[in-house]
């Protein structure tokens, strides 16, 4: 491509919001968005899913107090019916929160984002609308069943993977704060 033709395609990519430019000392530098970061890791994500048929996506992380949210939104019945029909189970009211402290599993987390998943349609109510989400099964510390949660809306990044499942996992697992726990994301083909 010739440098007159890069530089036409770098402002398509500006304008459709995907990547900034600027100056860097006496260069030009150029950065992803996070919609950009979006359309590279769902390509990435595709592209691995057909040369590395990976079923799993195996995480540890820590176990955290997150903002106590969890329990009210998974106790609302728009939600709590899809969970029930989607996943076969009545989650326990309320998220377990891992922070994962690898960049690989975090480039995990970003790369869930970009795929299929159980989806979880957003909704209303009189007071306000709900977002959708996507879950994808867990086998949580070895033995328990349970979904990972990928929340459109979210106060966390994606250093954050919530978990739901139908038992109450920190009183199954005996786990408190800062407990490292590992789980099994299983992909749907």
């Known amino acids: ?34 919609k950009g970061y979006d359309e590279v890791a769902s390509l990435y994500a595709e592209l691995k899913g ?22 009210y939104y998974v106790n609302l019945g728009g939600y709590r ?13 309320g998220t377990l929160n ?27 109510d009189r007071a306000r609308s709900y977002g959708p989400a996507k879950c994808f099964r867990a086998t949580i510390g070895d033995r328990l069943r349970g979904a990972a949660l990928v929340i459109e809306r979210t106060h966390y990044d994606d250093t954050v993977l919530e978990l739901i499942s139908p038992a109450n996992l920190r009183r199954e ?4 704060d800062g407990d490292e726990l590992s789980i099994a994301v299983h992909l749907e083909r």
């Not at 922070?99 to 909704?123: C, H, N, W, Y």
């Not at 697992?173 to 408190?176: A, D, E, I, P």
Request: aromatic share 8%; glycine share 12%; proline share 4%.
């Open 1 to 34: 491509m010739t440098q007159q033709g890069a530089s036409v395609r770098l402002l398509e990519l500006e304008k459709e919001g995907l990547i900034t430019r600027g100056r860097v000392g006496r260069r030009s530098g150029v950065r992803l968005t996070a």
């Open 50 to 71: 057909v040369v590395n048929r990976k079923e799993v996506f195996p995480f540890t992380g820590r176990v955290f107090s997150g903002l106590r949210e969890g329990g």
């Open 81 to 93: 019916r899809q969970f029930r029909n989607l996943l076969g189970f009545t989650p326990y009211p």
């Open 98 to 124: 891992l922070r994962l402290t690898s960049p690989a599993q975090i480039d995990q987390k970003r790369l869930l984002r970009s795929m299929a998943g159980i989806v979880i349609e957003g909704f209303e």
């Open 173 to 176: 697992l005996k786990l408190k």
